[in-house]
């Protein structure tokens, strides 16, 4: 059976903005990224800021072309198809954002915004659609009395709850989720979490669950990929990657949780690597070769600064970019 | 009304001032003192006063009813031309943001630039070796003039509706470039889009006035704001008041639309109508 959603060696490459006498700079986004999503099953997403995860995303829903490589959903190149037919397939392939004061239409009531899939989809379905509507908005604990209403007049957690309603509206295969509870209050985020993970029991939805947050990643993953400056540096099933992590930028994202909301980590190995500040847009420019996190790495030798790691499966089902891997 | 009136006075003034001379230009229509077309030559150059509350022309013509008609004309014109102009500016426009980046992008908004490049007056004079004077010419020399101004105005709003997240979504969908055009940009930037249009109808105006002053825009017996200007120059010495009285019409109506514009844009502007509250 093919893989539900197959990226393979996915690579963007974005040209920054240069004065006149500078030479124009490329800043990879995303290096090479491959991956499989089985029907029903959730990925994780991880990595710090400009890792690549929402260029991913966009590349994962064709709202942006890749320079390298491919996106096939249930076998089917995205980009290979024409645009009429690619707007015929999106049925079966949404996306929840991370901000739902962006991502629904001021102007627009609930209604409307949330038959937007349906439209293109089933177009002429009359009063159907607005039962059909009503039923995502119930399937996602809002009351049809929304409908009328506009996005301003419901709070952050009732607004994601209509970005959720539209993505499944069509009834997908795949959603992928981009920092989806990021922007919500605290005491919502486990709400609208729980509510994720019974739609995908009751749908048999598979996610691709982009996130910073390992706590939020861990509660949902089934499997999960750390991206580091564009590159997969790890690979694995979500719980035995957090319990004992291959590549030492995961143990500092797995430490940088809370301990009251992770899982224990089995510490043979140290020493912890320290805070660093967030990479600026030059240290993200390509560099003359090496290990990506050989600068931050409390690990790292001369090696690593000269020699690249590829993935490397380390043991199974887990694959780690690492020249000294930790497990 | 009194605290609408502090919070935001240039939309009442604008609402007030517009409101009246909409409303003398439609009366205009149906009633005025005197016939504006009629000449009476024993009574010509007469101070204000009488039967005659704004006095006559150096025909005889009675003042307050040339001001009146004349209204009528300049907002006819004003209308006709900034909507044509808003409608292909904003077309122009709209379409540049959807197909952002690429050549149709590029072609259409050099040309825009090409156009704006050109004096309104300057378009008008050409014009007129092409279609000979008239009202036509002025009209569709003031609606060129705009189409860049709404076309720029429009691809800037719309390229930052197409940064959206919404937009985005639109595009998840499966909705086509068009289809969010119609259903996402175009109401997002409705706001901007009118109150530019408020701004231009008041510079219409003026432009119309200018292009009869010149003899280039509304022809005899036509009463023009603009064209009663050029006619009283002669009489400066004799009659001032020829000048003063059309002059006042075009600064008041172009104030009346301005402040209009300027109201409503503090009305639409999210972040100074959230500073309001």
């Known amino acids: ?327 | 009304m009194t605290s609408a009136a502090r919070r935001n006075p240039a939309l009442i003034l604008g609402l007030v001032l517009s409101a009246v001379i909409i409303a003398i230009a439609l009366i205009s229509l149906v009633w005025t003192p005197h016939d504006p077309m009629k000449m009476a030559i024993v009574e010509r150059l007469r101070p204000p006063g009488g039967s005659h509350p704004l006095g006559t022309d150096q025909f005889g013509r009675d003042v307050a009813s040339l001001l009146m008609r004349g209204a009528a004309n300049s907002l006819v014109i004003g209308f006709i031309a900034v909507g044509a102009g808003l409608v292909a500016g904003v077309g122009i426009g709209t379409l540049a943001a959807a197909r952002a980046g690429t050549i149709v992008d590029d072609i259409v908004m050099r040309t825009v630039d090409f156009a704006f490049a050109f004096p309104a007056v300057l378009t008008a004079i050409m014009l007129i070796e092409l279609i000979g004077p008239g009202t036509g010419d002025a009209i569709l020399a003031i609606a060129v003039f705009n189409v860049p101004v709404f076309a720029r105005l429009s691809r800037a709003s719309a390229l930052s509706v197409w940064a959206t997240d919404y937009a985005a979504a639109a595009r998840v969908s499966g909705k086509s470039r068009l289809e969010i055009t119609l259903q996402h940009v175009i109401p997002n930037i409705a706001g901007v889009i009118v109150v530019q249009a408020s701004v231009q109808f008041g510079l219409a105006i003026l432009a119309e006035a200018g292009l009869s002053y010149l003899g280039v825009g509304t022809q005899p017996p036509n009463p023009s704001w603009g064209r009663m200007l050029n006619d009283a120059q002669t009489f400066l010495k004799v009659q001032p008041l020829l000048a003063v009285f059309p002059g006042l019409a075009i600064a008041l109506t172009v104030l009346a639309f301005n402040s209009l514009g300027d109201g409503l844009n503090r009305l639409v502007d999210p972040k100074q109508r959230d500073a309001g509250r």
Do not use: W
Not at chain 1, 291 to 316: D, M, N, Q
């Open chain 1, 1 to 327: 059976m093919t893989a539900l959603l197959d990226v393979a060696g996915l690579t963007r490459r974005f040209h920054l903005a240069h004065g006149l006498i500078e030479r124009p700079r490329i800043l990879t986004a995303l290096d090479d990224v491959s991956f499989t999503l089985a029907h029903g099953r959730s990925l994780g997403v991880v990595g710090g800021s400009g890792s690549g995860k929402t260029t991913l995303a966009r590349l994962v829903m064709a709202l942006d072309k890749p320079d390298a490589g491919t996106v096939r959903l249930d076998g089917e190149d995205l980009n290979a198809l024409a645009p009429a037919e690619l707007r015929r397939r999106r049925r079966k392939f949404q996306m929840v954002f991370q901000d739902p004061r962006g991502s629904l239409d001021p102007r627009m009531r609930v209604e409307r915004i949330v038959a937007e899939p349906l439209d293109v989809a089933e177009p002429g379905l009359g009063s159907a659609r607005r039962e059909r509507v009503a039923a995502a908005l119930e399937a996602v604990g809002l009351d049809r009395s929304a409908l009328s209403l506009y996005p301003h007049q419901f709070s952050g957690g009732q607004r994601q709850r209509i970005a959720i309603a539209r993505a499944l509206v069509t009834a997908p295969a795949l959603v992928v989720a981009d920092e989806p509870v990021s922007a919500l209050d605290v005491s919502v985020q486990a709400q609208v979490l729980n509510l994720m993970m019974d739609l995908q029991r009751e749908r048999g939805l598979a996610y691709l669950f982009i996130s910073h947050d390992l706590a939020v990643v861990e509660h949902i993953a089934d499997d999960v990929i750390v991206m580091h400056r564009g590159r997969i540096v790890e690979q694995g099933p979500a719980e035995a990657l957090f319990r004992n992590p291959g590549h030492p930028y995961t143990l500092s994202l797995v430490e940088a949780i809370s301990p009251f909301d992770r899982m224990p980590v089995d510490h043979t190995v140290s020493p912890s690597p320290a805070l660093r500040p967030r990479p600026s847009a030059r240290e993200m420019l390509p560099s003359s070769g090496g290990c990506s996190y050989a600068g931050s790495c409390p690990f790292a030798s001369g090696h690593c600064h000269r020699e690249t790691p590829s993935l490397i499966a380390t043991g199974e089902d887990r694959r780690v970019a690492c020249l000294k891997p930790l497990a």
